[in-house]
């Protein structure tokens, strides 16, 4: 399936774990989606196979809102039908207040691919970060992961940009 998106600010959670599906904005600047409670089981987009482009992703602080226990990344990119699949995202600018602005889990023989994209970790209140991009695999002695950035840039204010963790 396709979805076009068009401009507009969208405030919600988009689901779609395990659809191969294709989530396409008119234009970047335009078509925005974000959330603001920072609230780690409702990021604005979780998706891990398909295509993404022309979105720019945004998990902001209100200042003033207290952080809940658990904190949020733009888009999760996390589940175990990942395995044997790939994800194509394409001209996207992710934008945190919260955690990381995408947090992965790499399955079996799954391939990630960020093109064009702008990663932005803004503000680092915590102390401590999981940087821009955090990521790790997704289950353990799993082979064939690829994660890919062609022609990205990587931004924290933090001490770290890019964050790479093991789960065993």
């Given amino acids: 399936d396709i ?14 774990n395990g659809k191969d599906i294709s989530l396409i904005g008119i234009d970047k ?44 990344y733009c888009v ?22 919260w955690n990381a602005c995408v947090g992965i889990g790499l399955w079996g023989n799954y391939t990630l691919t960020f093109k064009n ?7 680092d209140e915590y102390g401590k970060t999981n940087g ?11 082979n064939g992961q690829k994660i890919i950035f062609d022609n990205c840039r990587i931004k924290s204010v933090g001490d770290i940009a890019l964050c790479i963790n093991d789960v065993s």
């Fill in 117 to 123: 994209c702008t990663f932005y970790k803004r503000l």
């Fill in 3 to 16: 979805i076009l998106i068009d401009g507009g600010t969208y405030n919600e959670t988009v689901r779609a």
């Fill in 76 to 97: 999760h990119i996390d589940d175990m039908s990942s395995t044997g699949k790939s994800m194509l995202v394409e001209n996207c600018d992710f934008i945190s207040d």
């Fill in 29 to 72: 600047t335009k078509c925005i989606l974000k959330t603001t409670t920072g609230d780690y089981t409702a990021p604005p987009l979780e998706m891990n196979v398909g295509y993404l482009a022309n979105m720019t992703i945004i998990a902001e602080k209100i200042e003033g809102s207290e952080s809940p226990q658990k904190i949020t």
């Fill in 132 to 142: 821009a991009v955090f990521f790790h695999n997704g289950e353990i002695n799993a």
